[in-house]
T-cell receptor, first 114, second 111 residues
Framework: KAGVTQTPRYLIKTRGQQVTLSCSPISGHRSVSWYQQTPGQGLQFLFE???????NKGNFPGRFSGRQFSNSRSEMNVSTLELGDSALYLC?????????????FGSGTQLSVL | GENVEQHPSTLSVQEGDSAVIKCTYSDSASNYFPWYKQELGKGPQLIID?????GEKKDQRIAVTLNKTAKHFSLHITETQPEDSAVYFC??????????FGAGTTVTVRA
C-alpha cells in the first residue's frame, strides 16, 4: 500500500506570493490532517478534514486555508506569504476513524519564503 | 489549548544502554498519547501509542508508561541501537481531531 504522498517536495517562493500544497492520503483513509513543523515551534496543528468537511482548525491566520476533495486528496493554500511561513508542512492520514488516532505522515513539503 | 512539555531536548546514550524521554500535558481530559520518531528528511512515524485507560504498553524494545494523576507519560527504549538515533516527539490528544506535540528530543546513540 502506498503511503501518504505530498507534492511538491520543495518550494521556494517570495513574500506576498501564494502557494498550494497537495496531499494524497493512504488509499481508503478519509481523514487528512495538516501540521506545520519549524525548528523552534515543533509541530503545530493547522486543520483536519474528514469526508470533505473541516472538523477542526488550529490557531493560524486566515491566510492558511485548506480543502478536501471527494477522493480524499487534500490541498492547503497559503496566501500573501510571509518570511515566517518558511517551514516543513506535513500531511497525515488516519488509520482509525473517526477518532483520528494512528496518524501516518507524509515526508512533507519544505517551503522557503524569501 | 493543550500544552505538552518534553524533556530532555537532546539525549546521548551509549549503544546498548536505555533511553528515557518524559512528557507532561496540561489537560486532564486528554485521552490518547502517541509517540513519533522522525528521521532526517522524513515525516514522523508512529512507534507506539497508549490510551488513558492503560497505564503501560510495550512493543519489543519500546515501552510507554502513563501517570494520569501526575499528567505525565514516558517513552523507554531499551538496548539502544544506532538506528534508534532520531528525533522523538510525544503528543497528546485533547479533543478528537488534533494532536498537540512536544518540542522533540534528539536522541543520539553512540557506537
Amino acid at each position: 500500500k502506498a503511503g501518504v504522498t505530498q507534492t511538491p517536495r520543495y518550494l521556494i517562493k517570495t513574500r506576498g506570493q501564494q502557494v498550494t500544497l497537495s496531499c494524497s492520503p493512504i488509499s481508503g483513509h478519509r481523514s487528512v490532517s495538516w501540521y506545520q513543523q519549524t525548528p523552534g515551534q515543533g509541530l503545530q496543528f493547522l486543520f483536519e478534514y474528514f469526508s470533505e468537511t473541516q472538523r477542526n482548525k488550529g490557531n493560524f491566520p486566515g491566510r492558511f486555508s485548506g480543502r478536501q476533495f471527494s477522493n480524499s486528496r487534500s490541498e492547503m493554500n497559503v496566501s500573501t506569504l510571509e518570511l515566517g511561513d518558511s517551514a516543513l508542512y506535513l500531511c497525515a492520514s488516519s488509520l482509525r476513524e473517526p477518532t483520528n488516532e494512528k496518524l501516518f505522515f507524509g515526508s512533507g513539503t519544505q517551503l522557503s519564503v524569501l | 489549548g493543550e500544552n505538552v512539555e518534553q524533556h530532555p531536548s537532546t539525549l546521548s546514550v551509549q549503544e546498548g544502554d536505555s533511553a528515557v524521554i518524559k512528557c507532561t500535558y496540561s489537560d486532564s481530559a486528554s485521552n490518547y498519547f502517541p509517540w513519533y520518531k522522525q528521521e532526517l528528511g522524513k515525516g514522523p512515524q508512529l512507534i507506539i501509542d497508549i490510551r488513558s485507560n492503560v497505564g503501560e504498553k510495550k512493543d519489543q524494545r519500546i515501552a510507554v508508561t502513563l501517570n494520569k494523576t501526575a499528567k505525565h507519560f514516558s517513552l523507554h527504549i531499551t538496548e539502544t541501537q544506532p538506528e534508534d538515533s532520531a528525533v522523538y516527539f510525544c503528543a497528546s490528544r485533547f479533543n478528537d481531531y488534533k494532536l498537540s506535540f512536544g518540542a522533540g528530543t534528539t536522541v543520539t546513540v553512540r557506537a
